[in-house]
Protein backbone atom coordinates (compact mmCIF):
# COMPACT_ATOMS: atom_id res chain seq x y z
CA UNK A 1 0.00 0.00 0.00
CA UNK A 2 1.08 3.37 -0.70
CA UNK A 3 2.11 6.05 1.54
CA UNK A 4 -0.69 8.05 -0.16
CA UNK A 5 -3.15 5.90 0.21
CA UNK A 6 -2.49 4.65 3.89
CA UNK A 7 -2.49 8.61 4.88
CA UNK A 8 -6.32 8.78 3.09
CA UNK A 9 -7.44 5.76 5.01
CA UNK A 10 -5.81 7.28 8.27
CA UNK A 11 -7.72 10.36 7.65
CA UNK A 12 -10.90 8.88 6.61
CA UNK A 13 -10.70 6.84 9.88
CA UNK A 14 -9.95 10.26 11.82
CA UNK A 15 -12.56 11.88 10.47
CA UNK A 16 -15.28 9.16 11.30
CA UNK A 17 -13.80 9.05 14.90
CA UNK A 18 -14.78 13.32 14.74
CA UNK A 19 -18.25 12.73 13.28
CA UNK A 20 -19.00 10.16 15.67
CA UNK A 21 -17.89 12.18 18.50
CA UNK A 22 -19.79 14.97 16.89
CA UNK A 23 -22.78 13.15 16.96
CA UNK A 24 -22.59 11.34 20.31
CA UNK A 25 -22.48 14.93 22.11
CA UNK A 26 -25.57 15.62 20.36
CA UNK A 27 -27.77 12.56 21.39
CA UNK A 28 -26.51 13.32 24.43
CA UNK A 29 -27.29 16.75 24.57
CA UNK A 30 -31.21 15.83 23.57
CA UNK A 31 -31.40 13.33 25.78
CA UNK A 32 -30.58 15.42 28.69
CA UNK A 33 -32.82 18.18 27.61
CA UNK A 34 -36.49 15.71 26.80
CA UNK A 35 -35.95 14.06 30.22
CA UNK A 36 -38.44 15.59 33.28
CA UNK A 37 -40.10 12.29 34.40
CA UNK A 38 -39.23 11.46 38.05
CA UNK A 39 -37.41 12.89 41.39
CA UNK A 40 -34.53 13.66 39.45
CA UNK A 41 -34.26 16.57 36.52
CA UNK A 42 -31.91 14.61 34.37
CA UNK A 43 -32.22 10.72 35.52
CA UNK A 44 -29.76 8.20 34.30
CA UNK A 45 -29.67 6.31 30.50
CA UNK A 46 -31.39 3.24 31.28
CA UNK A 47 -30.24 1.87 27.65
CA UNK A 48 -26.49 3.58 27.86
CA UNK A 49 -23.71 0.92 27.47
CA UNK A 50 -22.57 1.90 30.95
CA UNK A 51 -24.41 1.91 33.80
CA UNK A 52 -24.35 1.06 37.89
CA UNK A 53 -26.10 1.65 40.88
CA UNK A 54 -24.79 1.13 44.54
CA UNK A 55 -25.93 1.99 47.65
CA UNK A 56 -24.28 2.31 51.33
CA UNK A 57 -25.60 3.11 54.80
CA UNK A 58 -23.37 6.06 56.68
CA UNK A 59 -23.61 6.40 60.49
CA UNK A 60 -23.79 10.36 60.29
CA UNK A 61 -27.15 12.43 60.26
CA UNK A 62 -28.03 13.43 56.57
CA UNK A 63 -26.97 16.79 57.13
CA UNK A 64 -23.58 16.07 57.42
CA UNK A 65 -23.81 13.59 54.79
CA UNK A 66 -24.84 16.23 52.30
CA UNK A 67 -22.45 18.64 53.46
CA UNK A 68 -19.87 16.61 52.76
CA UNK A 69 -21.21 15.59 49.22
CA UNK A 70 -22.33 18.95 47.95
CA UNK A 71 -19.00 20.98 48.80
CA UNK A 72 -17.65 19.92 45.55
CA UNK A 73 -14.24 21.97 45.29
CA UNK A 74 -13.44 19.57 49.12
CA UNK A 75 -13.52 16.70 46.81
CA UNK A 76 -9.84 15.97 46.48
CA UNK A 77 -9.66 15.91 50.17
CA UNK A 78 -11.56 12.88 50.29
CA UNK A 79 -11.42 11.06 47.30
CA UNK A 80 -8.08 10.20 46.38
CA UNK A 81 -8.82 9.90 42.25
CA UNK A 82 -10.35 13.89 42.22
CA UNK A 83 -7.27 16.33 41.87
CA UNK A 84 -8.87 19.49 41.39
CA UNK A 85 -12.57 20.68 41.73
CA UNK A 86 -13.94 24.11 40.70
CA UNK A 87 -17.49 25.33 41.09
CA UNK A 88 -18.09 28.45 38.98
CA UNK A 89 -20.51 30.37 40.87
CA UNK A 90 -23.18 29.34 43.38
CA UNK A 91 -23.91 25.94 44.28
CA UNK A 92 -27.37 25.52 42.36
CA UNK A 93 -29.18 23.92 39.65
CA UNK A 94 -27.47 24.90 36.07
CA UNK A 95 -23.87 25.57 37.60
CA UNK A 96 -21.31 24.36 35.80
CA UNK A 97 -18.11 22.54 37.96
CA UNK A 98 -15.04 21.33 36.50
CA UNK A 99 -13.08 18.62 38.22
CA UNK A 100 -10.26 16.42 37.32
CA UNK A 101 -10.21 13.07 38.15
CA UNK A 102 -7.53 10.03 37.60
CA UNK A 103 -5.83 12.27 34.71
CA UNK A 104 -9.17 13.12 32.82
CA UNK A 105 -10.74 16.66 32.83
CA UNK A 106 -14.50 16.67 33.45
CA UNK A 107 -17.10 19.35 32.77
CA UNK A 108 -20.22 18.89 34.67
CA UNK A 109 -23.35 21.23 35.05
CA UNK A 110 -25.70 20.23 38.03
CA UNK A 111 -29.25 19.18 37.04
CA UNK A 112 -30.58 18.57 40.36
CA UNK A 113 -30.50 20.47 44.03
CA UNK A 114 -32.47 19.69 46.94
CA UNK A 115 -30.84 19.65 50.25
CA UNK A 116 -30.20 17.67 51.90
CA UNK A 117 -31.73 14.97 50.01
CA UNK A 118 -30.50 14.97 46.01
CA UNK A 119 -27.85 16.27 43.71
CA UNK A 120 -27.26 15.29 40.15
CA UNK A 121 -25.52 16.12 37.54
CA UNK A 122 -24.54 15.78 33.52
CA UNK A 123 -20.72 15.65 32.81
CA UNK A 124 -18.85 15.62 29.28
CA UNK A 125 -15.14 14.21 28.83
CA UNK A 126 -13.73 13.06 25.59
CA UNK A 127 -15.79 10.29 23.70
CA UNK A 128 -17.77 10.14 27.34
CA UNK A 129 -21.09 11.53 28.27
CA UNK A 130 -22.44 10.74 32.02
CA UNK A 131 -25.30 11.37 34.31
CA UNK A 132 -24.34 11.09 37.99
CA UNK A 133 -27.45 11.05 40.25
CA UNK A 134 -27.56 10.77 44.64
CA UNK A 135 -30.26 10.24 46.52
CA UNK A 136 -30.01 10.37 50.45
CA UNK A 137 -32.29 9.45 52.61
CA UNK A 138 -32.50 9.66 56.83
CA UNK A 139 -32.76 6.48 58.47
CA UNK A 140 -32.11 7.32 61.66
CA UNK A 141 -33.82 5.82 64.96
CA UNK A 142 -33.79 7.34 68.12
CA UNK A 143 -30.30 8.24 68.71
CA UNK A 144 -28.96 6.13 66.42
CA UNK A 145 -28.00 8.65 63.30
CA UNK A 146 -28.13 6.66 59.66
CA UNK A 147 -28.12 7.84 56.33
CA UNK A 148 -28.73 5.33 53.17
CA UNK A 149 -27.03 6.92 50.11
CA UNK A 150 -27.72 5.92 46.67
CA UNK A 151 -25.53 6.70 43.90
CA UNK A 152 -26.47 6.04 40.11
CA UNK A 153 -24.37 6.57 36.61
CA UNK A 154 -25.07 6.25 32.97
CA UNK A 155 -21.89 6.60 31.15
CA UNK A 156 -22.71 7.33 27.00
CA UNK A 157 -20.73 8.19 23.65
CA UNK A 158 -18.40 6.25 21.67
CA UNK A 159 -15.80 5.10 24.39
CA UNK A 160 -18.84 3.93 26.15
CA UNK A 161 -20.11 2.00 23.42
CA UNK A 162 -16.16 0.45 22.45
CA UNK A 163 -15.43 -0.60 26.17
CA UNK A 164 -18.75 -0.93 27.64
CA UNK A 165 -17.29 -4.12 29.67
CA UNK A 166 -13.53 -2.59 31.37
CA UNK A 167 -15.73 0.55 31.75
CA UNK A 168 -18.36 -0.87 33.81
CA UNK A 169 -16.27 -2.46 35.73
CA UNK A 170 -13.90 0.95 36.65
CA UNK A 171 -17.32 2.24 37.19
CA UNK A 172 -18.63 -0.14 39.93
CA UNK A 173 -15.25 -0.05 41.33
CA UNK A 174 -15.15 3.85 41.83
CA UNK A 175 -18.28 3.78 42.92
CA UNK A 176 -17.42 1.58 45.45
CA UNK A 177 -14.93 3.29 46.71
CA UNK A 178 -16.23 6.55 46.72
CA UNK A 179 -19.31 5.52 48.93
CA UNK A 180 -16.92 4.07 51.25
CA UNK A 181 -14.86 7.38 51.59
CA UNK A 182 -18.15 9.27 51.44
CA UNK A 183 -18.81 7.16 54.60
CA UNK A 184 -15.53 7.27 56.42
CA UNK A 185 -15.24 10.91 56.19
CA UNK A 186 -18.83 12.06 57.20
CA UNK A 187 -18.60 9.42 60.36
CA UNK A 188 -15.11 11.10 61.22
CA UNK A 189 -16.69 14.64 60.56
CA UNK A 190 -19.34 13.23 62.75
CA UNK A 191 -17.56 11.91 65.56
CA UNK A 192 -15.71 15.05 65.72
CA UNK A 193 -18.81 17.20 66.17
CA UNK A 194 -20.94 14.94 68.66
Known sequence: MSIKKFALIILGLVFLLGLALIVSHFQFKKYAQQQSEGIMNVPVNQSAPVLANQSIDIAAPI???WEVLSKIEEWP????PVTKSEVRGTLEEGVIFI???????????IHTLQKPVLMGWTGTTFG???VHNWQLEDNASNANP???VRVEESL???FPLLLAKSMSS??????SEQLEALRETAEAQYGRSS
Open 99 to 109: WKADGMRFRSR
Open 146 to 148: RTT
Open 77 to 80: NWQD
Open 63 to 65: EIV
Open 128 to 130: AQA
Open 170 to 175: DLEGGM
Open 156 to 158: QGV
